[in-house]
C-alpha cells in the first residue's frame, strides 16, 4: 500500500466517507503533485477512475509516474492544467483540493462553479484541506450555497491541519466570525467535548491572540469565543 503522511490519511479518511455517497465512482485529485493520494485511493478500491490534474508539468508528471509504477495507467488521467478546467465534473464526483492556499481553492471553486451547472454541481462531494485562509474558505463556502458535512483535524510533524467535507446546496448563509474561524462542525465538537477538537482549539487560541491585533475578523471570533465559553 502507498504511505501517506498523517496529514493525507485524514483527507483520505474524508475520501472514504464521501465514497458511501459517490456513484460516478471518480475522484478527481486537484494539484495532486506526487500522486499518492490517488494511488492509495485506487489501491483501496475507492473509485474506479482518479483524475489528477497539476498545473505545472513536472508535478503532473511524477503523479503519472506513480500510478504507472503502481499498474494503474488504465484506471488514471493526468492533466496538465488550472484546477479543474479541463475536467467537466460529472454528478457522484469527489474532488479533493489539498494542500493548496485557501484563495487558490476559492478560485478554483468559483471556476468549477462557473463552468458546470448547478445540478451537477449539487451531486458533486468537495474535500479541502487549506493550508491557510481557513475563515475566508469557510466563508466563502457558506456564502456561495455550501454545506459543511464533516472537518477532520490531525497533527503531522508539529503542524495542525484541518480538512473540509462540502457539498453544494445553492442555499446562500452566512456564518459568524467565531464559526468562520473555528468551523461549524469543530465548534459543535469542541460543546461534545471532543478531546482532539479541544486541544486544537488551545492551539486556535495562542495563533488567534496573536494575530488579532491585526484581523479584526480574528478579534471578533475571539471575543465570542470568549464570550460563549462563559
Ligand atoms: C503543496 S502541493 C500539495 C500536493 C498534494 N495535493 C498534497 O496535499 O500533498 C500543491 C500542488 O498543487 C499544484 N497547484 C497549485 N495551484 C494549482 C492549480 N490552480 N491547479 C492545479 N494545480 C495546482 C502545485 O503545482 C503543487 O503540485
Not at 80 to 89: F, I, M, Q, R, W
Request: with cysteine.
Amino acid at each position: 500500500m502507498q504511505i501517506l503522511p498523517v496529514r493525507l490519511e485524514m483527507v483520505l479518511e474524508q475520501v472514504r466517507k464521501a465514497c458511501k455517497d459517490s456513484s460516478s465512482g471518480r475522484i478527481i485529485d486537484v494539484g495532486s503533485d506526487h500522486g499518492y493520494l490517488a494511488v492509495r485511493c485506487l489501491e483501496e478500491e475507492l473509485a474506479d477512475y482518479v483524475i489528477c490534474t497539476d498545473i505545472h508539468k513536472a508535478p503532473a508528471q511524477r503523479s503519472a509516474n506513480a500510478l504507472i509504477e503502481a499498474g494503474f495507467e488504465e484506471h488514471a488521467d493526468v492533466y496538465v492544467t488550472d484546477g479543474l478546467k479541463e475536467v467537466p465534473l460529472k454528478a457522484g464526483d469527489i474532488v479533493v483540493i489539498a494542500g493548496m492556499g485557501g484563495l487558490n481553492i476559492i478560485d478554483i471553486i468559483s471556476r468549477a462553479l462557473k463552468d458546470n451547472g448547478y445540478g451537477v454541481m449539487e451531486n458533486v462531494t468537495f474535500i479541502l484541506q487549506p493550508q491557510k485562509s481557513n475563515d475566508i474558505v469557510r466563508n466563502y463556502l457558506s456564502k456561495t450555497g455550501f454545506v459543511f458535512e464533516d472537518e477532520s483535524i490531525c497533527y503531522d510533524r508539529d503542524i495542525f491541519y484541518n480538512c473540509m467535507r462540502v457539498v453544494f446546496r445553492g442555499i446562500s448563509t452566512t456564518m459568524t466570525d467565531e464559526e468562520a474561524c473555528y468551523g461549524p462542525v469543530l465548534l459543535k465538537r469542541y460543546k461534545e467535548g471532543d478531546k482532539e477538537v479541544v486541544e486544537y482549539f488551545g492551539h486556535l487560541n495562542s495563533l488567534f491572540e496573536i494575530r488579532q491585533r491585526s484581523n479584526p475578523v480574528i478579534r471578533s471570533a475571539l471575543e465570542q469565543r470568549k464570550k460563549n465559553e462563559g
